[in-house]
């Protein structure tokens, strides 16, 4: 296992370095990502830092990649327009970390994206769950998934919101372990997606009913956007995925797309 993570801190530093020198003037904004540093997650955050660093290059901003977040403070933070949450999990943060990020949000200093395991909402690994960060995330608090993985059809609610500019109004993702909260979001965030669980193949019982799974809450002051699809690489083969990805990030950094 420390090799593999010794591999993955290369892989990083490797993939910052490059978007930093594929940039001839001063980045438009910067960008910081939270990554998820072991479990099976690992081949997405290294397909994603793959396609971010091209995305960087290409539209001139910046990224840099932690893997943990003890160098995160409140001056830390201030340097970045944009706070990606990479499949990292809203627990095991550092005390000041959490300050520092309740501010960013709370005070709009940047945006935020969080994919996939940062509604891992709960009690894991010894940690209590962050009472904070379920409130961010609607008032949820994770009970189940689909271990088994299955395909489904994911609707677009609200196509008129930025972050779905040219997505599809449906749009099929082949692999995901959908997760099951303990209640829907929808009453304390705005939904722009949610998943057809009558679409699921093959079927399972396991279900929640109204499912979203791409939704903003206006209650904070900063740009937020959560996409709970991203556990296979694959989800960069797919058009409307990375469509949806590149919309939030320059919709949640504020810039011009």
């Not at 990606?84 to 999990?89: A, G, H, S």
């Not at 009690?123 to 769950?129: C, H, I, Q, T, V």
């Not at 372990?177 to 209640?183: F, H, N, S």
């Not at 929640?208 to 989800?235: C, E, Q």
Request: glycine fraction near 6%; hydrophobic fraction near 40%.
């Amino acid at each position: 296992m420390k090799a593999v993570l010794k591999l993955l801190t290369i892989f990083f530093l490797l993939s910052g370095a490059l978007a930093c020198s594929g940039q001839n003037s001063k980045p438009e904004f910067k960008v910081l990502v939270l990554a998820e540093n072991g479990g099976h997650h690992i081949l997405f955050s290294q397909r994603a830092a793959i396609w971010l660093d091209k995305l960087a290059q290409e539209r001139n901003f910046s990224v840099e990649y932690l893997q943990n977040t003890e160098k995160v403070n409140e001056k830390y933070l201030s340097q970045f327009q944009l706070f990606i949450q990479l499949d990292y999990p809203p627990y095991g943060w550092t005390k000041e970390a959490e300050t520092a990020f309740v501010k960013y949000i709370s005070e709009g200093k940047g945006g935020w994206i969080g994919l996939h395991h940062a509604t891992l909402l709960g009690e894991f690994d010894g940690f209590k769950m962050w009472d904070w960060f379920s409130d961010f995330m609607g008032g949820i608090r994770y009970k189940n998934y689909i271990p088994t993985f299955v395909s489904g059809k994911v609707n677009v609610e609200k196509s008129s919101h930025p972050v779905m500019k040219n997505v599809p109004s449906s749009f099929q993702i082949n692999q995901e372990e959908w997760y099951i909260y303990d209640k829907s979001p929808r009453k304390n965030v705005q939904v722009l997606a949610s998943v057809d669980e009558s679409s699921y193949q093959p079927e399972t019982g396991i279900k929640m009913g109204d499912h979203p799974v791409v939704w903003t809450n206006p209650a904070f002051k900063a740009r937020n956007i959560y996409i709970f699809m991203g556990h296979s690489p694959k989800l960069f083969e797919n058009e409307a995925y990375v469509q949806l990805f590149k919309n939030a990030i320059f919709w949640a950094a504020n810039q011009k797309q």
